[in-house]
């Protein structure tokens, strides 16, 4: 097992035991006044105008586009193995994600908080669950951006160049979800924190797999 699969591996276990410790934190209510000033900075500094902006984020964010990206990643590469864990990694989220709206005590931000606009009337739009840690759109993004970030860093095919602007193109990506999921009041920021911490670190356990199942003596 190379040095580069072994990092990765020990890498997501890390973070998910960071998403423990941090959830027992959540839990606890340590946080409460940090999620609540940040959410109502957020929506004092950042114009109205970007409501709608941000509200597609919360589309693409969904459990079902994101699948769909998934598959289009891993039907593109012809790894069927390491997509198959990938998909078993994938529904290991929305597990722990469940587990944790119904058992860590962390009710989600009042409705005169909530500026997403609803451009297609779907039933998750009306129906927001009980507690709100963690954020599955800030998971989700994660788990697939850490998978696309390895796979470029250690593709033979690309360019440093576009290496660069791929990554960059991935996180600024990135930052735009975390953040739109804090401004639109969907989540607070310790939900997003959880969230990406745990998509985070399912994604590194698959971006091992991956590594494994990948031959990089020949291009990617």
């Known amino acids: 097992m190379s040095k580069k699969v072994v990092f990765l591996f020990l890498s997501g276990v890390f973070f998910f035991l960071s998403f423990i410790f941090f959830s027992y934190i959540v839990d606890k209510d340590h946080l409460d006044q940090l999620d609540f ?14 409501d709608d902006v941000f509200s597609v984020f919360s589309l693409i964010g969904n459990f079902e586009v994101m699948l769909i990206v998934l598959i289009v990643l891993f039907v593109v590469l012809r790894k069927f193995i390491a997509g198959a864990i990938a998909f078993f990694l994938f529904g290991m989220f929305h597990i722990i994600e469940l587990y944790g709206k119904n058992f860590v005590d962390h009710f989600p931000p009042p409705e005169f908080l909530l500026r997403t606009k609803r451009f297609l009337e ?15 759109h800030s998971g989700r993004t994660m788990f697939i951006s850490a998978i696309i970030i390895i796979i470029v860093l250690f593709s033979k095919r690309i360019s440093k160049p576009v290496k660069a602007a791929i990554i960059a ?3 600024g990506f990135d ?8 401004y639109l009041g969907e989540h607070w920021t310790t939900d997003v924190i959880g ?3 745990l998509g985070l670190s399912l994604g590194l356990l698959t971006s091992a797999v991956v590594l494994i199942k990948i031959n990089f003596k020949k291009p990617l």
């Open 195 to 197: 969230g990406a911490l």
């Open 169 to 171: 193109g991935v996180l």
């Open 37 to 50: 000033n940040t959410t109502v900075r957020l929506q004092d500094n950042i114009s109205r105008k970007f």
């Open 122 to 136: 779907f039933p998750q739009f009306h129906v927001r669950a009980e507690f709100s840690y963690p954020s599955g």
């Open 175 to 182: 930052a735009i979800m975390l953040v739109s999921r804090i």
